[in-house]
């Protein structure tokens, strides 16, 4: 089904009945950590975390209701792993409510949207069936950095390449972008949750304590921060709250800034060597052209104080930060829209790199392949 398949029937119309029939258009970032979708007029932009409570499936035992009832109730965690959706079932049920929001309208939408570089056809595919069956009539994925250098406002249609790194939830992604192609690509499947993981774990090995998120996120803010500086080693305790294991009860601790710093450094040091070697893997051609346009970074990770700096160091490259970091792909899949609106067909010019994977398919995604 096209784009314009009523544009025909549209001619000559009233006005209002063919805007009444046109189908709504609609660009998706469905993030590890974060949802967003927005209208292709840019007017409604709904976001939310990539939260689903799990809901209970078929019929429990009798007698257990109430304790299954209060377990399904707790759970509450991401569809998505990595960047990619190992739950699609669950997936669609977080997309649906914000494509309704996004495109109240009784016909169903065409949907962009976007998935890691090195993301295989089968997740890719999986992507495509959450979303169709969010509501969506007709799916089309584009590269991720791709959409998130076009919001970052990057000329993608330049003959110089310009290089944009994306520090997400899940995954970090890299790619080169030169006359509206990728032309390297390359990514890991390590990114701010792992520096999270690694401070949670600290507190529960170390002091017994299940941060509360927002405290996770306090103590990762600031020890990125310290990690990337040139400061001498950073001393000192922090102070986080929490609940008790073993007490069950809210409780506060003191924890050390060298072993959070040391707990964070390995996975800052797995996102650097993706870098490094990436840019090693570069045509000479490339090199020159890279080292005079920089790097723009966005994401969650490039909110990090510090991220743009530890990049800067570690590349001998200038770093700049995406405006809107956080929306830079919501962004460029919304003025992606525009160019579908315009030209039919004009993504299948959007060639996939060949990024070889960075881990096996995620089981649940396997075991739903045909
Ligand atoms: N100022 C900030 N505001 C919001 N998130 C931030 C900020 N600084 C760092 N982050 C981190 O950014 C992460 C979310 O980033 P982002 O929204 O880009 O991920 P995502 O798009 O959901 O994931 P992915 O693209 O990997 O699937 C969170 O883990 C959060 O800790
Ligand atoms: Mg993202």
Wanted: glycine share 8%.
């Amino acid at each position: 089904m096209l784009l314009n398949d009523y544009d025909d029937i549209r001619e000559g119309m009233p006005a209002l009945l063919s805007q009444i029939l046109a189908r709504p258009a609609v660009a998706i970032d469905l993030g590890t950590a974060n949802t967003r979708v927005a209208s292709a007029d840019g007017l409604r932009l709904v976001e939310g975390p990539s939260l689903i409570r799990h809901v209970q499936q078929g019929r429990p035992e009798q007698g257990e209701d109430e304790y299954i009832s209060y377990i399904n109730n707790k759970l509450v965690s991401s569809p998505l792993r990595g960047g990619v959706i190992i739950d699609v079932r669950n997936a669609a049920n977080l997309i649906r409510p914000l494509l309704k929001k996004a495109a109240p309208s009784w016909r169903a939408p065409l949907v962009l949207s976007c998935a890691p570089t090195d993301s295989s056809d089968h997740e890719r595919r999986f992507l495509a069936e959450a979303i169709s069956r969010a509501g969506a009539r007709r799916v089309v994925i584009i590269p991720e950095v791709w959409a998130a250098a076009l919001g970052a406002g990057i000329n993608v249609d330049a003959g110089v390449a310009s290089l944009l790194i994306d520090i997400g939830e899940g995954v970090t992604d890299m790619a080169v972008i030169r006359e509206r192609r990728v032309v390297f690509a390359t990514a890991v499947r390590t990114a701010c949750a792992d520096l999270q993981r690694a401070v949670r774990n600290v507190a529960i090995i170390g002091h017994k304590i299940s941060l509360y998120p927002h405290e996770v996120q306090r103590l990762t803010q600031e020890v990125v921060g310290r990690a990337t500086s040139d400061d001498p080693p950073a001393e000192g305790k922090i102070k986080a709250v929490g609940m008790g294991i073993v007490s069950g009860r809210e409780m506060s601790v003191e924890v050390s800034r060298r072993e959070l710093i040391g707990a964070i450094e390995p996975v800052l040091g797995r996102i650097m060597l993706m870098i490094e070697v990436g840019l090693r893997r570069l045509s000479p051609e490339l090199t020159a052209e890279i080292s005079r346009s920089g790097i723009c970074l966005s994401g969650g990770g490039a909110c990090f104080q510090g991220m743009d700096r530890l990049v800067a160091r570690r590349t001998g490259l200038a770093v700049r930060l995406a405006p809107e970091p956080l929306n830079s792909v919501i962004n460029g899949v919304r003025s992606a829209l525009g160019q579908w609106r315009r030209q039919d067909g004009w993504w299948k010019n959007v060639v996939w790199p060949n990024v070889p994977q960075s881990r096996e398919v995620p089981e649940a995604v396997a075991r739903l392949a045909p």
